[in-house]
């Protein structure tokens, strides 16, 4: 939802009244538009005031996906007075792509909430580590990797995930190597079922068409010292996720010692079907680290 805009002022009728009841109308219409630039300004420095007060969000998403997932969240964030910033994640390799993210964190010079979506949880996992700023993470549907682990071992850490039998390979050249690397997609005909079965068919086809998909080998590199064991950290369970099991979110949700909350029969993203379970977890760490 995007906030409304303040209404335009009526034309005022009456042009070709006489000339008493046209300056008098023209006078008021003055009136009413100063006063009405007034409202606006006194409205846009509240804004800028609570903005102020408030940690800048930082959205990662994770493989299969871009930063659009977030538009639901991120217009419901921005309403609340909370500045964002959603990057878009290389999807390459788990560290250079928790580098990057680290140096836009690098440009926030106020606190910030990380807040990672599948893959994207694993990315902030190591771009929130050492960071003072960071004051909290907050997963999504996401993985909260401990040292060494991988999504991919994760994944299948308990049955029910449909991904595998639904990600096709496609070669990409590696400058300097003569071997090619390995991007995943999901097959657009299992895209709808596997990654978001609780949005309408006409929008997944669009997102399957416009997928970002992740390197299999750079994203199969193991994971660094987590943020999760100095910074507090939130997640929200997808309990219909088709892409990590509910379960294995429950584990790594439980070992990290983050705060829960389920949101029953939602997807894999639960971001785009359910935003307003996700912006109310953010604001629950904020209100928590404030």
Avoid at 37 to 42: G, L, M, R
Avoid at 147 to 172: D, I, T, V
Avoid at 240 to 250: E, F, K
């Amino acid at each position: 939802m995007v906030p409304e805009s303040h209404p335009r002022r009526r034309v005022l009728g009456g042009l070709l009244a006489a000339g008493a009841a046209t300056l008098g109308a023209t006078a008021a219409a003055t009136g009413a538009s100063a006063a009405a630039e007034a409202s606006d300004a006194e409205a846009s420095d509240a804004a800028r005031t609570t903005a102020g007060t408030r940690p800048t969000v930082v959205l990662v998403h994770g493989v299969f996906a871009d930063a659009s997932g977030w538009n639901e969240v991120i217009a419901r964030l921005l309403k609340a007075g909370f500045p964002v910033i959603a990057p878009a994640n290389p999807l390459r390799d788990l560290a250079e792509d928790s580098a990057y993210v680290g140096s836009v964190v690098d440009t926030v010079p106020g606190p910030v909430i990380l807040v990672g979506h599948s893959y994207g949880g694993e990315v902030i996992t190591n771009a929130g580590r050492g960071r003072a700023n960071v004051k909290a993470l907050v997963y999504v549907a996401a993985f909260a990797p401990d040292e060494g682990e991988n999504a991919l071992g994760l994944a299948e850490m308990f049955p029910g995930s449909r991904l595998p039998g639904a990600l096709l390979p496609r070669p990409y050249p590696v400058p300097g190597s003569p071997d090619p690397g390995i991007d995943g997609y999901i097959d657009p005909a299992k895209f709808h079922d596997v990654f978001a079965q609780d949005l309408p068919p006409s929008l997944t086809r669009v997102m399957a068409a416009a997928q970002r998909p992740g390197s299999v080998v750079g994203l199969g590199g193991p994971s660094g010292v987590p943020a999760w064991r100095t910074v507090p950290s939130w997640y929200v369970v997808a309990t219909a996720d088709r892409v990590i099991p509910p379960a294995v979110q429950r584990f790594m949700a439980e070992r990290a010692g983050s705060r829960v909350v389920e949101v029953r029969g939602a997807s894999h993203v639960v971001m785009m079907s359910r935003p307003d379970s996700v912006v109310r977890h953010i604001e629950a760490a904020y209100r928590a680290t404030r």
